[in-house]
């Protein structure tokens, strides 16, 4: 029987990229180019629909456009976007000059796209900007808007972070599909007990150090979560306002991890991530708060112990010298063991680790800037 292969799907500013290895995770190959020129802010895979992948395509001159491959992306074809319009029996937002009249609020660009829960195969979600999350129950054929966030009453004081007002996050549960989070910029967390009827946020103890009050229930920028393999109760957290983790589904206070003694030295990021077979751990890239590359002179990945309430970090600045920016997507793990770690860079490079930080090594290829990584 052929070994299976692992198949890192890369979303670039300049288009897709497939980047294939065995098991061993020794010598990469990187497929052709897809959408080439257009801004990738998302690529996944569906696991219920092995081979399927969705690519979060936006472009200067098309618009958002959604992609789907049927075949590990040998070939794409387009489906459906979702569009938002102003509901017919209500007053549509958006137009502060005339309340009453119909403003269309289009898409403007697609972030997350995210496959619904094992026990809904043909579910969907995806989160644009502005603020909007759609869910689709058909693959893609028709969107609908998941209206208890689309109109939450405290939306009107929902301000963008400084990549837009976007819908960056989305989780689903594994355990049940009705438990869902969703993570806005520059707005917080928010967390749904059923199936996205109602939302509450989840934001305690999250500081705005940007803010006259540090800790408001809402107006976090978030930048990325993640849950623990082990454990969907424990959450961890990358935000404006440092690194953090939750052992209560995200209900009650936070707890800032950032500034544990042994950390990194700036705990500001984007990028958060967990493994399969690394239940209990974290990995982060701490960045500079003000230029938002990395600090010390060079690439760093840092691993959170949450048994031990300690960090390491898993590389030596001089491994990879420079200075370089991780987006919010740029950071995942594999399923394996050891667990594969990936680092996508702003500046086109994709770091990796077969075995869990031990080593690292870069897949000989210059890739245009990356905006995510994600493994199937």
Not at 90 to 97: E, G, I, L, S, T
Request: net charge neutral.
């Amino acid at each position: 029987m052929a070994e299976s292969k692992v198949r890192v799907l890369v979303g670039t500013r300049k288009g897709t990229y497939i980047v294939e290895s065995t098991k061993a995770r020794k010598t990469w190959k990187v497929g052709a180019v897809s959408n080439p020129g257009r801004e990738i802010y998302h690529v996944v895979s569906d696991p219920r629909h092995p081979g399927h992948l969705y690519a979060a395509v936006n472009s200067g001159f098309w618009g958002p456009i959604l992609y789907r491959s049927p075949n590990w992306g040998r070939s794409w074809e387009e489906v459906t976007t979702p569009l938002t319009e102003p509901s017919k029996d209500r007053k549509p937002m958006f137009n502060d000059a005339d309340p009453t009249a119909p403003v269309p609020r289009p898409v403007q660009n697609l972030w997350h796209v995210e496959p619904g829960h094992a026990s809904e195969p043909n579910t969907l979600f995806i989160g644009v900007d502005p603020h909007f999350l759609f869910r689709s129950d058909d693959l893609a054929k028709t969107w609908e808007p998941v209206k208890a966030i689309n109109e939450h009453p405290g939306r009107k004081d929902w301000g963008p972070g400084a990549g837009g007002a976007c819908l960056h996050t989305i989780i689903v549960d594994p355990r049940t599909p009705k438990r869902m989070h969703i993570g806005l910029s520059a707005v917080g967390t928010f967390r749904s007990d059923d199936a996205g009827e109602h939302w509450h946020p989840t934001n305690a103890k999250v500081e705005c150090p940007f803010l006259p009050n540090p800790y408001p229930e809402t107006g976090q920028c978030v930048h990325h979560v993640a849950l623990d393999p082990d454990d969907p109760d424990v959450a961890y957290r990358q935000d404006h306002g440092g690194m953090y983790v939750h052992h209560h589904g995200m209900d009650g206070d936070w707890e800032r991890i950032g500034k544990v003694k042994g950390g990194p030295k700036d705990d500001f990021g984007f990028a958060v991530a967990t493994a399969a077979s690394r239940p209990g751990r974290a990995y982060f890239v701490p960045l500079t708060g003000e230029a938002r590359t990395t600090p010390n002179g060079g690439l760093q990945v840092w691993e959170w112990n949450d048994p031990a309430h300690k960090w390491r970090t898993l590389m030596s600045p001089r491994t990879f010298a420079g200075d370089y920016g991780v987006h919010r997507e740029g950071l995942a793990c594999d399923r394996l063991d050891p667990a594969g770690i990936y680092v996508g860079t702003t500046t086109g490079q994709l770091v990796l680790s077969p075995d869990a930080g031990r080593s690292w090594r870069q897949v000989p290829f210059q890739f245009p800037g990356i905006h995510s990584v994600s493994v199937a």
